[in-house]
């Protein structure tokens, strides 16, 4: 059903060079500050608008971190950009200070053919820890603020027999990473279900699925579904060069005879900071889990693939992570 869907998963472990300050929620200053570094690295007429750029059509910044619909594009045709490749995934711990000399780590899932650019995320981060995270410090006599600076010390793929080393921070060499999870992977993941009627989804960061064109505090299981299929339909066709041929309408329709059966969400609101559109933006979510009864076969996959990719707006931050269990 997936099996041309690829992607890569990573842990990049870092330490900070000096006190680093984050916001309550750090995956929207880590995915901005990537932006901020990638568009440096890669950005070669440094005054010109990406929009009349005479490059954007073989800009690796644009299409990892603006990911504009190509102009010949049969889907979303009237959005300004289509899902971006990636997904930042921070800590759980909610760390707000970190001191220097101290570690800390972070995922990262690169999607489709964004792990051509891998070197690209690498480098961009290793910009970003020069240019310093977060804020909360002074500099110098006029006082502005500015992040903290981090060295990058390990890059590690997720694979079938665990973390693997792909970078060396000493000699500076960077290995290709290879796709994990592969399809055998995902094939695992959901056996471990067998055929279970009853499935507990634990969102574990705030997840932003819309309804009727409102956000949802308490998803039904057609609600996930509907999000996860217009996520993942997104990713193939654009990163995975393939659209998917599902029949939509009836996994749809199945969705709604799975029931649920318990929930203990609550709504979590956050605030981010967006340098872009020079505004703060509210981007509040549901977590906590919710079980669901019903026949999962035609799912299971699609769910399996949901906790690699995450759901809902706003993934690209971490948003919409979630985990599968059985009641």
């Known amino acids: 059903m997936f099996s041309h869907i690829s992607a890569g998963r990573f842990v990049l472990r870092l330490k900070a060079l000096e006190e680093i300050h984050l916001p309550a929620y750090e995956g929207s200053t880590l995915r901005g500050g990537f932006g901020h570094a990638l568009k440096g690295v890669c950005c070669a007429l440094k005054r010109q608008e990406c929009s009349s750029c005479m490059l954007r059509d073989r800009c690796v910044y644009l299409y990892l971190f603006e990911t504009p619909p190509p102009p010949d594009t049969e889907m979303m045709r009237l959005y300004p950009s289509a899902p971006h490749p990636f997904v930042i995934e921070p800590p759980l711990n909610g760390r707000r200070v970190i001191a220097a000399g101290e570690p800390f780590e972070f ?17 961009a981060f290793m910009r970003l820890g020069e240019m310093g995270l977060g804020g909360g410090r002074r ?14 010390e390990d890059v590690c793929a997720m694979s079938a027999v665990g973390l693997v080393s792909i970078y060396d921070s000493g000699g500076q060499s960077l290995k290709r990473p290879a796709p994990w999870p592969d399809q055998g992977a995902i094939g695992a ?7 279970t009627r009853r499935v507990t989804v634990c969102f574990r960061t705030p997840t932003r699925i819309k309804s009727d064109g409102r956000l949802t505090d308490g998803p039904e299981f057609h609600h996930l579904t509907r999000s996860l299929l ?10 995975c060069a ?36 020079k505004q703060r933006m509210t981007l509040g979510g549901f977590v906590g889990e919710a079980t669901f009864a019903g026949d999962f076969g035609d799912f299971l996959p699609m769910l399996a693939w949901g906790e690699v990719v995450h759901v809902g707006k706003a993934a690209s931050f971490g948003l919409g992570r979630y985990m599968l269990g059985q009641d």
């Open 107 to 123: 995922g990262l899932v690169v999607i489709g053919r964004a792990l051509d650019y891998f070197p690209y995320f690498v480098y």
């Open 139 to 152: 500099d110098g006599a006029a006082g502005t603020a500015r992040g903290g600076k981090f060295s990058l």
């Open 189 to 195: 993941r959901c056996e471990t279900f067998g055929a």
């Open 230 to 239: 217009r996520r993942l339909s997104a990713l193939s066709y654009f990163h």
């Open 242 to 277: 393939k659209r998917l041929e599902l029949d939509f309408k009836g996994l749809i329709e199945r969705a709604g005879s799975i029931e649920r059966v318990s929930s203990e969400l609550k709504w979590h609101d956050w605030e981010r900071y967006s340098g872009r559109q």
